[in-house]
């Protein structure tokens, strides 16, 4: 698969089909993700793929209940708690599938590294026709002393990447995206803003900055 189509076409999807995904296909999934770079190529990840129903529902059941107790991500948004509060609402979407992506937290990049190979992860699914997205919702939680032991890891863990995984099932959306906010600084001082938030116009820095704006 063309990397353009790849990009374009992985959206996150929360709708799927109760199909098992194979080991074989998790651990292409996984050699897709070690192969994101890493800070001095520590590659510092570690994966738990859960695919045991009862553990999924309990992942779910206990962030929901975390975060409504606590709110502990600081989501004061209604609308949230609202869908939080509905029991039909699954945190993990009904995905037969939910890698989690850590590293020791004492390693300093461990959020970066993990965050790569995640994305490195989604690219490789979409390759293969499988829906994918983050869940940052159960990250909480399987922080906890019980969440990681859940997940085997040891406490010196940080979870990161919660992924859920699984054949895509229903209408996927299709994304949008915001002008990005680039400030260009190119010379003399001069620096030049575009994108959404960006000021009307910034005043060059020097008598030659207007010469060099793009
Ligand atoms: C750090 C992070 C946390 C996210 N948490 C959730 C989540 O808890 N539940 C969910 O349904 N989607 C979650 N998402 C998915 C985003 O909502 C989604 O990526 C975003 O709306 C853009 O859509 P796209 O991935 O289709 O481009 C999360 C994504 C990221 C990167």
């Known amino acids: 698969m063309e990397l353009w ?45 859960v695919t045991d129903p009862l553990v999924l529902q309990a992942i779910e059941t206990k962030s929901k209940a975390r975060i409504l107790k606590s ?32 590293a020791p937290e004492r390693e300093k990049w461990c959020i970066e590294d993990s965050a790569m190979a995640a994305q490195n992860l989604m690219l490789k699914a979409t390759e293969f026709g499988l829906g994918t997205c983050w869940i940052g919702l159960v990250q909480d939680w399987l922080n906890t002393p019980e969440g990681l032991a859940v997940l085997r890891f040891p406490p ?3 979870v990161v990447a919660p992924i859920i995984v699984g054949e ?3 209408q996927i959306a299709g994304g949008s995206r915001k002008e990005p906010n680039i400030v260009w ?9 575009e994108g959404h938030d960006a000021p009307k116009m910034e005043q060059p820095h020097t008598l030659f900055g207007e010469l060099i704006h793009p």
């Open 71 to 102: 709110d502990p991500q600081g989501i004061r948004n209604p609308e949230i708690h609202k869908l939080l509060s509905d029991p039909e609402y699954h945190l993990l979407h009904g995905a037969p599938v939910l890698i989690a992506i850590g």
């Open 168 to 170: 895509p099932a229903g």
């Open 156 to 158: 010196s863990i940080k």
């Open 185 to 193: 600084i190119v010379s003399e001082g001069s620096h030049f803003q």
């Open 5 to 49: 189509v790849a990009i374009m076409e992985r959206r996150a999807v929360r709708q799927f089909s109760q199909a098992a995904i194979s080991k074989e296909d998790l651990r292409t999934l996984i050699g897709a993700a070690i192969w994101a770079p890493s800070a001095m190529n520590r590659q510092p990840w570690r994966f738990a793929v």
